[in-house]
């Protein structure tokens, strides 16, 4: 049942009819795990993808720690500079691949330390799968939520001994991060979180107990949901039962607020795909960065 929805989601991604989805599925696989944006330029791209320099950064690889499990994860900051405001960047089903380490380096240009865990270390690489059942199968679907946000804790932590004040702290994630970005608002101590296109409602497994809906009441920030109003795989109606959950919670939940982009897909704010809405996708982040400053990530 989770790997159905989940399989929904990438559905939503691709371009054409479901007659052509079935043509592209392994050609957008491979644009989406293989080595970066060169992989990338097939059917699925539909605009240049967005190259964000790293110069005046610090960037690169790192690990850290979590139960005896050293995950890897990117981090960019803005160089020779400490007591920064972090931002946690969560990842699609795709893993970290250049999108997300772009995505990080953009808020290092805006002054944070980003950090983005891969989530999947313990299960696996997606960038060695070609096949979007076997992904599904072998890696996400095996994938415990308390792990993820166990590893999340970590990237804490390690922000708080390389430079970042999470006093000061945020999430943002997409599509399956951005599940986990409403997960994580309700179970850690930070000030703000930005979902885009996160699942809301779902079934409840021994690996995914609770979903946002389900955690509306131990909401500890306030969380911006940027979703498209024609994205099949998060139903309109999905969002009002989420938007009523909301209206009777705690004060997070209650301050926390939905932008819906009329007649946008699924994945609006991933430019290296064709899913990818330059006016949406350029509000979202506009309106994200607003979103951390006013409540305190900043």
């Not at 979903?211 to 909401?219: E, F, H, M, R, W």
Request: charged residues 20%.
């Amino acid at each position: 049942m989770l790997r159905d929805d989940l399989q929904k989601e990438f559905e939503a991604l691709l371009p054409g009819t479901a007659k052509d989805r079935g043509a592209t599925r392994r050609t957008a696989l491979q644009a989406a795990l293989g080595v970066g944006y060169a992989a990338a330029a097939g059917p699925l791209m539909a605009q240049t993808a967005i190259r964000t320099s790293a110069d005046g950064l610090t960037v690169g690889d790192i690990s850290y720690e979590v139960g005896g499990f050293k995950v890897p994860a990117y981090r960019a900051a803005p160089a020779g500079r400490t007591g920064l405001p972090v931002v946690l960047v969560v990842h699609e089903i795709f893993g970290v691949h250049e999108y997300i380490a772009d995505t990080a380096r953009r808020l290092a240009h805006a002054g944070y330390l980003a950090i983005a865990p891969e989530l999947f270390a313990r299960q696996g690489d997606p960038g060695e799968y070609g096949e979007m059942a076997r992904l599904l199968s072998e890696i996400v679907s095996k994938v415990p939520d308390a792990q993820v946000l166990g590893d999340l804790d970590g990237a804490l932590k390690w922000a708080a001994a390389n430079g970042g004040d999470v006093s000061r702290a945020g999430i943002t994630g997409f599509c399956w991060g951005g599940r986990i970005t409403w997960l994580y608002a309700a179970h850690a101590p930070v000030k703000a979180a930005v979902a885009w296109y996160g699942r809301l409602v779902g079934p409840s497994t021994a690996l995914t107990p609770k979903n946002p809906v389900d955690v509306v009441a131990d909401l500890r920030a306030p969380v911006l949901g940027l979703y498209g109003g024609d994205d099949p795989s998060i139903p309109l109606d999905t969002i009002a039962k989420m938007k009523a959950a909301l209206a009777s919670g705690p004060a997070a939940a209650r301050d926390s607020q939905f932008v819906v982009y009329p007649d946008t897909p699924h994945a609006f704010h991933a430019d290296y795909r064709a899913s990818y809405r330059e006016g949406p996708a350029k509000d979202g982040w506009k309106r994200a960065l607003e979103w951390f400053r006013a409540h305190g990530v900043a």
